[in-house]
């Protein structure tokens, strides 16, 4: 069974704070996407990484994919109260077409 | 922009009731997926269906769920007789490709079931 594990699960921060979030297994993914949901709406698209060491900026948001491709992390600069939401990272193995989700780190960013 | 439609958003059904779920894929995406999503956990995979075929299915996806693209633009997912451990979100996601491509799946907004 192939594990993401997301820390912290929750995060509360003042606005204009920074903040890093994780996304670590011990296996080895194709790709790694970043997600966010809000309540009772489907996960939503932000970036995908593919190759190790890559890094992406959507923005404020940077996301990193480590070396070996078992973590990923998403740093966001500066956070707004419109950053408030259910951050997803999902891997897929190659030669299999599903996603393998963590659990998510809830970000709450108050004014 | 192009977007996952499902249809209803809310079902409620009583236990032992068939149901079927309906999505919109994108229009020019080839690959269809059926995720759930269990108050509180993760979300999980169901199946993904390609070329009017299932292509991989998860333990949950056991007989009594199907999926079909009855014509060329909906994807159903069919739970034969609901169990109140079928509650859930229930998510279908499409990508336009796989298979040594990175697998960027878009997601619909969820029906959410509810068996009681």
């Known amino acids: 069974t192939q594990l993401l594990e997301q820390s912290p699960q929750f995060l509360s921060i003042q606005e204009g704070e920074n903040l890093t979030v994780y996304c670590n297994s011990s296996s080895v993914f194709s790709s790694l996407q970043w997600y966010r949901q809000e309540p009772g709406e489907g996960p939503v698209l932000l970036v995908t990484v593919v190759t190790g060491g890559e890094v992406k900026k959507l923005k404020r948001l940077t996301f990193q994919f480590g070396d070996a491709r078992k973590d990923s992390s998403l740093h966001i600069t500066a956070a707004q109260p419109g950053d408030t939401g259910l951050y997803l990272c999902a891997g897929d193995r190659g030669g299999s077409e599903k996603l393998v989700f963590g659990k998510g780190t809830k970000l709450t960013v108050n004014p | 922009e192009p977007e996952v439609t499902q249809t209803p958003s809310h079902q409620v059904t009583q236990m032992g009731q068939e149901v079927i779920l309906r999505c919109v894929p994108i229009s020019n995406h080839l690959y269809f997926y059926w995720y759930r999503q269990i108050l509180g956990q993760k979300v999980e995979f169901l199946v993904s269906?390609?070329?009017?075929?299932?292509?991989?299915k998860s333990e949950i996806f056991d007989d009594q769920f199907s999926v079909e693209r009855p014509d060329g633009s909906n994807f159903t997912l069919k739970i034969r007789s609901t169990k109140l451990e079928d509650s859930a979100m229930y998510f279908c996601?499409?990508?336009?490709?796989?298979?040594?491509?990175?697998?960027?799946?878009?997601f619909g907004p969820g029906t959410r079931l509810t068996v009681t």
């Open positions: 996601a499409s990508s336009a490709n796989s298979g040594g491509a990175p697998v960027e799946q878009y």
């Open positions: 269906f390609y070329n009017n075929e299932i292509s991989e």
